[in-house]
């Protein structure tokens, strides 16, 4: 008979809606076999760990990843950005399409499904690009499995950019086969008027990026996809909602009676980092959208509590730190390394007391496996699931320093932020590829997972 895989004993199970003692067993398949109540001895396995009593979650899940992989292995490459995962606590990672080949077709989707099959350290989706010039192709990527696809109303060339008649195209087209839109809200007109009278004074200081991203650009763009989202009843996900502003209008369309299907994406630099870190870090605190003042900080860690955020995503975007290091900030790309600190920047909100621990495991875990397709595989520690299992010390209290991003960034703007709360064991089915921050031996065991029917909470 073949031997249990895994079993941890002594540990605090964690789910969206309870804490209990127990222990997990994962059988030879890769799947959890048991779940032991609190006091059962362990069972035989090829690894048995005794929790210590500290919390175990489901493999975290993180929604939103710019893997640069295919195109742009100089910034990040999935075996790199894997191991980033791996270590901090991550077990799947959805990665966005912005590649070369970009995921706009079937091409750009089985280069970025080959890359990760050559070298990822855990599971992973794709999420695919809606343009105005790819109509055709996106029914393609939506049989091949995409997590979702996505698209932006700014930030993006001309050519890219979803206007308001291309957005209805594509919010009617994800109605009609029953997928999930992401879209990076914003008003283009305000951003490049903005850019316009900015550059037109001479300003380059990084202040003046985040100038042109006012919080009521992206509240525009909020308003916008809401209607579009409640006329053809499609299940779209604002991405990267950062003001108080916007969490309002989201707040406010859930509890519409004219009720909107939206789904709100927060990431942990929005949570933490205001925009005051922008005088110390210049480029390398520079971000999309950018970072907000502390009121909207605490506005998001509220929106998390009252459940107004469904989910926080990483929004990882790494660059190098010679890309980073130009004092023009027209000139120096936007994006910051993520999935190193995204699990210790919300298990931190848990260990304030701001938001519960079932919480953490919703937000990173169950509603981004039930959203895009995963559930009843990943997401939840139940029977038949897949064993990926997440220990994680609650009372583990770590300033971020630079040894600590482990993405080919090498830098973050949480240097200098203490969290608690880390993880410290990392498991993708049942076998243990991650421990105290150092990724275990043996090769890349992550796998391409296509999306099912979604599954979500009406």
């Known amino acids: 008979m073949a031997k249990n895989l895994l079993c941890i004993h002594n540990a605090r199970l964690v789910s969206g809606r309870e804490m209990r003692h127990g222990g997990v067993v994962v059988g030879p398949d890769g799947r959890i076999a048991d779940i032991?109540?609190?006091?059962?001895?362990?069972?035989?396995a090829e690894s048995v760990i005794d929790a210590g009593n500290r919390l175990l979650f489901p493999g975290f899940i993180d929604a939103h990843v710019h893997m640069r992989d295919p195109g742009f292995p100089h910034k990040e490459d999935f075996e790199s950005g894997s191991r980033a995962a791996a270590c901090g606590g991550i077990t799947t990672v959805m990665c966005m399409p912005n590649t070369d080949p970009p995921v706009t077709s079937i091409d750009g989707f089985d280069a970025a499904r080959e890359a990760g099959e050559l070298s990822s350290h855990v599971d992973f989706m794709l999420q695919g690009a809606v343009t105005p010039a790819n109509r055709q192709e996106r029914q393609d990527l939506e049989e091949a499995g995409v997590a979702s696809l996505e698209g932006l109303m700014s930030d993006v060339p001309d050519g890219d950019c979803l206007d308001r008649t291309e957005l209805h195209v594509a919010v009617e087209g994800t109605a009609a086969c029953g997928g999930v839109l992401g879209i990076y809200t914003g008003d283009r007109s305000r951003l490049e008027t903005a850019i316009t009278i900015l550059r037109a004074l001479g300003r380059t200081d990084f202040r003046s990026f985040a100038e042109a991203r006012s919080p009521k650009a992206e509240e525009r763009g909020i308003r916008t996809a809401i209607a579009a989202s409640r006329k053809y009843k499609a299940r779209i996900v604002l991405r990267q909602v950062s003001t108080a502003g916007g969490f309002e209008l989201a707040r406010a369309a859930k509890a519409s009676k004219r009720k909107a299907p939206i789904f709100v994406e927060a990431t942990p630099?929005?949570?933490?980092?205001d925009d005051s870190l922008v005088e110390r870090f210049h480029g390398l605190a520079q971000v999309i959208p950018p970072l907000r003042s502390r009121?909207?900080?605490?506005?998001?860690?509220?929106?998390?509590?009252?459940?107004?955020?469904?989910?926080?995503?990483?929004d990882h975007a790494p660059?190098?730190?010679d890309e980073k290091a130009g004092a023009d900030c027209w000139s120096v790309p936007a994006g910051i390394p993520g999935l190193d600190t995204l699990v210790p920047a919300v298990a931190d909100l848990a260990a304030r007391g701001l938001i519960s621990w079932p919480d953490v495991a919703r937000l990173l875990s169950e509603t981004p496996a039930a959203l895009f397709g995963l559930a009843g595989r990943k997401g939840s520690?139940?029977?038949?699931a897949d064993?990926?299992?997440?220990?994680?010390?609650?009372?583990?209290?770590?300033?971020?320093?630079?040894?600590?991003?482990?993405?080919?960034?090498?830098?973050?703007?949480?240097e200098g932020t203490t969290l608690t709360g880390w993880p410290v064991m990392t498991a993708l089915r049942g076998r243990v590829i991650a421990s105290d921050g150092k990724l275990a031996g043996g090769p890349p065991a992550g796998i391409f997972l296509k999306r099912a029917e979604p599954s979500w909470r009406s």
């Not at 630099?269 to 980092?273: A, C, D, E, K, M």
């Not at 009121?295 to 990483?314: E, H, K, N, P, W």
């Not at 520690?381 to 038949?384: A, E, L, N, T, V």
């Open 381 to 384: 520690i139940q029977r038949g």
């Open 269 to 273: 630099h929005h949570l933490h980092l």
């Open 36 to 44: 032991a109540e609190a006091g059962a001895p362990p069972v035989a």
């Open 319 to 321: 660059h190098t730190q």
């Open 387 to 414: 064993g990926d299992l997440v220990l994680l010390d609650p009372e583990l209290r770590r300033t971020v320093s630079r040894t600590d991003i482990r993405s080919r960034a090498g830098r973050s703007p949480f």
């Open 295 to 314: 009121s909207d900080c605490d506005a998001a860690v509220r929106a998390l509590a009252d459940g107004t955020v469904d989910f926080v995503a990483s």
